[in-house]
């Protein structure tokens, strides 16, 4: 199983940025096709954005034109650029192996993204 490391949750104002890190320990990394999810209370949780190893993305509708998926190999992460955040946006956001399926880890314990004034 791929050990993943969320990092880079806050609270922050309506209108603002952040950008989550997720530090991958695996040697095929390379290999796999990343992605950000999100869960909100009461929820279900939903992808957010995805990355291939060809650096293919792919965004949710609502956060389109906001938010950027990047992944950087030689570190062995995918990065999660959120920006003009809405207080809809607020939710624990993990990390995972979107693909292959048999490399998913178990849902760990994210990171707490707040977007409120």
């Known amino acids: 199983q791929v050990q993943l490391t969320e990092s880079g949750g806050g609270l922050v104002q309506p209108g603002g940025s952040l950008r989550l890190s997720c530090a991958a320990d695996?040697?095929?990394?390379?290999?796999?096709?990343m992605g950000w999810y999100r869960q909100a209370p009461g929820k279900q949780r939903e992808m957010v954005a995805t990355?291939?190893?060809?650096?293919?993305?792919d965004y949710a509708d609502s956060v389109k034109g906001r938010f950027s998926i990047a992944r950087d190999s030689a570190q062995n992460s995918v990065f999660l650029q959120m920006n003009t955040l809405k207080p809809e946006d607020s939710a624990v956001y993990y990390c995972?192996?979107?693909?292959?399926?048999?490399?998913?880890?178990?849902w760990g314990q994210g990171t707490q993204v707040t977007v409120s004034s």
């Open positions: 695996t040697t095929i990394f390379s290999l796999l096709t």
């Open positions: 990355v291939t190893p060809q650096e293919t993305t």
């Open positions: 995972n192996v979107e693909r292959p399926t048999w490399a998913r880890r178990s």
